[in-house]
């Protein structure tokens, strides 16, 4: 499978920005979706994740201004960022793996090459 990331961009605090991600391919069968963002020295960090079955998971940082949702039967996953704050600056990316959703990224085995999200104060 292959994932190709995008809608990052420049927004304002208190902004919003959708993201997507559209896989290709050979899909996974019972997918899971993550999103994970690398902020500048930074590790990577798991963001959120949707299954098979459209069950979502998010860190808590981002609970309540982020939604995972997926569409065109599950070969492409937005992510709706609400209430952009600057430290949501990151590289964003997508990742694939099948069956359920794991927040170690190590569990994912398909990436997209991740798109720019800046959020100014």
């Known amino acids: 499978v292959q994932l190709q990331a995008f809608g990052g961009g420049l927004v304002q605090a208190g902004g919003s920005l959708r993201l997507s991600c559209a896989a290709s391919?050979?899909?996974?069968?019972?997918?899971?979706v993550g999103w994970f963002r690398q902020a500048s020295g930074k590790e990577r960090e798991f963001v959120s994740a949707?299954?098979?079955?459209?069950?979502?998971n998010y860190v808590d940082s981002v609970k309540d201004r982020f939604t995972i949702s997926r569409a065109n039967a599950g070969n492409t996953v937005f992510l709706q960022m609400n209430d952009l704050k600057p430290e949501d600056t990151a590289v964003y990316y997508c990742?694939?793996?099948?069956?359920?959703?794991?927040?170690?990224?190590?569990?994912?085995?398909?990436w997209g090459q991740g798109t720019l999200v800046t959020v100014s104060s």
């Open positions: 391919g050979r899909i996974f069968r019972s997918p899971t």
């Open positions: 949707i299954d098979w079955n459209g069950v979502t």
């Open positions: 990742a694939a793996r099948q069956g359920s959703a794991f927040r170690q990224e190590k569990y994912y085995n398909a």
